[in-house]
């Protein structure tokens, strides 16, 4: 019986330490390992050959260089470009974006006349501040103003299609590495030289990569506390502002004992004799010897 109800007690702690473990490990991929970059250790000359090829915009900073890749409609490009691009311009960040027109799919277009305008103007004069006014602007009442139609020329409507072959040269080389197919892509070098990607369309992947560039984290903790309230300084006493009062000087009384006793200097003191009414001694006092007693007889 006993041996029984040790085997069952066991076959239960196999199950529970079972399932916790699948509930850690679940918890650990989900927050955490899948929003993790992934780092390149292959075909990385052959990326970095692409990148360096393409015709990205930046504003030409001197710092670490973070490439994008992505397309104008893809709402999760744009938001990292509006919550991340301050942040990383902060740090100096050489932001380099590739931005590519989607072709056609089954005879419909992907992407709009304007688009592909400016996209091809991008690769070609790489002008960071169309992209700026480009993303600014609602996709839909975009022109592309003052920049040349790609459609009907021959060279700028090459250039669209380098855009595209570009993506479909680079998505096997990250898919190679273990990277999905979601935008934006992003990749860079972190601090010791290694070169990673990340498909970071969820807001959890961005702290990996400013963690990699050296950008300030502003994540907060998961556990905020109050900020206590400012004591404003208390007032100052009156007595210390205005001093302690000013002491009068009171009249002194000559028969009142002295506070401070007469030093003595060796000598004795004279007591004044004391005399009664109308100058004349007091009873059982001595009367005055002049300077010169010798002839005087009692």
Not at 164 to 178: A, E, I, M, S
Request: proline share 11%; glycine share 6%.
């Amino acid at each position: 019986m006993r041996l029984r109800q040790f085997l069952m007690f066991s076959l239960l702690a196999v199950v529970i330490g079972a399932v916790i473990a699948g509930v850690g490990y679940w918890a650990y991929w989900n927050y955490y390992a899948r929003w993790r970059p992934v780092t390149i250790d292959k075909d990385q000359a052959e990326i970095q050959k692409l990148l360096d090829a393409a015709g990205y915009a930046s504003p030409q900073r001197t710092g670490p260089a973070l490439y994008m890749i992505s397309y104008r409609a893809c709402a999760p490009c744009a938001r990292y470009q509006r919550e991340e691009f301050p942040k990383l311009a902060e740090a100096n960040v050489d932001t380099r974006v590739i931005v590519f027109a989607r072709p056609d799919r089954e005879g419909a277009s992907q992407s709009t006349a304007a688009e592909r305008a400016t996209v091809a103007e991008l690769w070609i004069n790489r002008d960071w501040s169309l992209f700026l006014n480009w993303m600014a602007s609602p996709r839909q009442s975009w022109t592309a103003p003052n920049v040349r139609p790609a459609d009907g020329d021959i060279a700028r409507t090459a250039v669209v299609e380098a855009s595209r072959q570009f993506v479909d040269k680079l998505t096997p080389l990250l898919k190679g590495n273990g990277l999905g197919g979601e935008y934006p892509l992003l990749i860079w070098r972190d601090r010791d030289g290694y070169l990673k990607a990340c498909a970071c369309a969820d807001r959890r992947s961005y702290s990996f990569i400013r963690h990699d560039l050296g950008v300030a984290d502003e994540t907060p903790s998961l556990i905020s506390l109050p900020r206590p309230e400012p004591i404003p300084p208390a007032a100052p006493d009156p007595e210390v502002v205005a001093g302690p009062p000013a002491q009068t000087r009171q009249p002194r009384d000559p028969l009142a004992t002295p506070s401070q006793p007469v030093p003595y200097n060796g000598q004795a003191q004279p007591t004044p004799p004391q005399k009664g009414p109308q100058g004349q001694p007091a009873p059982g006092s001595q009367p005055e010897k002049p300077s010169d007693s010798s002839n005087i007889f009692y």
